[in-house]
């Protein structure tokens, strides 16, 4: 589990960089630039989810080393 979501992280910040390219600052809510902002928006949100998953799995093993 740990290691796919690393890699689902990985890839989330590959996706960030590579829509961070096609995002044009002078209009970015603007056709092809909403696009690559909402999916760098989904990638942070994926960052974020993997992030809360890994902590909870930890936090399940220390509470199972209790009993």
């Known amino acids: 589990m740990k290691i796919l979501s690393i ?3 990985v890839i989330a910040l590959g996706l960030i960089i590579f829509n961070f390219t ?3 600052f002078n209009a970015p809510f603007k056709g092809e630039s909403m696009i690559a902002v909402i999916t760098i928006v989904a990638s942070l949100c994926v960052i974020l989810m993997m992030a809360i998953l890994r902590i909870s799995k930890r936090i399940e093993q220390k509470v ?3 009993q």
């Open 7 to 9: 890699i689902l992280s």
């Open 22 to 24: 096609k995002v044009d």
């Open 64 to 66: 199972k080393e209790r």
